[in-house]
């Protein structure tokens, strides 16, 4: 039995529920099927942060989200974990 995974659909429904709760949000994704909801998010006022691996990460979602985007490598390093997996 093959099991998919629906946690793109967690994260929207409830990003967009809760939207009235919050004025800034994290989200830890590089997958650009997120641009929609992100992108509707910034139009509301929303500061959206993303972080991920940057080569990973579409590039239309940086593009997107700009200065607002921190590569997971970068926090690796910063935090002592470098070269560790």
């Known amino acids: 039995m093959v099991r998919k995974a629906n946690c793109d659909v967690d994260l929207t429904f409830y990003a967009m529920r809760d939207k009235e709760k919050f004025d800034r949000g994290v989200f830890l994704t590089g997958d650009g099927d997120f641009i929609i909801v992100l992108d509707y998010f910034i139009k509301q006022q929303k500061q959206v942060l993303i972080m991920a691996n940057a080569r990973r990460t579409a590039r239309e979602l940086k593009r997107l989200v700009g200065g607002g985007f921190t590569d997971l490598n970068l ?11």
């Open 75 to 85: 926090i690796r390093n910063i935090v002592g974990l470098k070269g560790k997996k």
